[in-house]
């Protein structure tokens, strides 16, 4: 079986021997010079589709999306606010593999013990606004309802399209992954530690919402169709 990230790659032996020496002579490294190699080849055949490609591996319009939702400082002004979340797989702290409905059956095990339970990720690197969770965590104090919607993605076990949803009771964020100063979450992550950590209780299965009734509050982008992309695992959506 191919290792991942490794190729074979068959050229003549004079070519390859010249390759030897050249980058034995500029001191360069084979993945370096090779890197740079692919990369010219593809730019120079299709400048186009090295440009499309590029901004999709670089999930730039995913970038674009975070961005704008960090940036979003509209009020919270819907009856219902809600929260997105893709899942794809997760590990827990011996290194076993769960697919996005396992992922969720812990948090449900785990609700049951106490009647909440406390769900983290990381999707967002910069972690949300302390404004956004000050706003957030008002509302709910409030009365207004809060909800995170659960996509299970289709490599995960689901088909890219809302599967689960639970009431929010509160949110924290940090700058830094920090650990809950409880174990109130599935043992399975014990000692983990994220940058977005939130409260849950009523997780169940969601059969009427769909992703392509929402858009991203931030930007008005079709939901459904930057789940397609791989380009939102964690944001703020509305109703269309």
């Given at each position: ?96 593999e769960y697919n996005g409905h396992e ?138």
């Open positions: 079986m191919p290792r991942k990230n490794y190729m074979t790659i068959n050229a003549h032996e004079t070519v390859q021997q010249m390759f030897d020496e050249f980058v034995s002579i500029k001191e360069t490294q084979k993945t370096i010079a090779l890197n740079d190699m692919l990369e010219m080849y593809m730019l120079a055949k299709d400048e186009d589709l090295y440009l499309e490609l590029k901004r999709k591996y670089l999930n730039v319009e995913g970038v674009k999306q975070m961005l704008s939702d960090r940036d979003n400082e509209a009020p919270l002004t819907s009856d219902e606010l809600f929260l997105f979340m893709k899942l794809g797989f997760s590990y827990d702290n011996k290194g076993n992922t969720i059956q812990a948090y449900i095990s785990d609700e049951a013990i106490r009647g909440y339970t406390w769900f983290s990720t990381q999707a967002l690197y910069y972690g949300m606004s302390q404004k956004r969770v000050d706003e957030y965590n008002k509302a709910i104090r409030m009365g207004k309802k809060v909800t995170l919607l659960f996509c299970i993605g289709e490599k995960a076990g689901g088909e890219n399209d809302i599967a689960y949803k639970a009431d929010v009771l509160e949110i924290l964020s940090f700058k830094q992954p920090s650990a809950l100063s409880s174990n109130d979450y599935p043992s399975l992550w014990h000692g983990e530690t994220a940058r977005i950590w939130i409260k849950l209780k009523n997780i169940q299965e969601e059969d009427l919402l769909s992703a392509k009734l929402f858009e991203v509050t931030s930007t008005g982008a079709d939901l459904q169709q930057v789940i397609n992309n791989s380009q939102y695992h964690f944001g703020y959506i509305s109703l269309k």
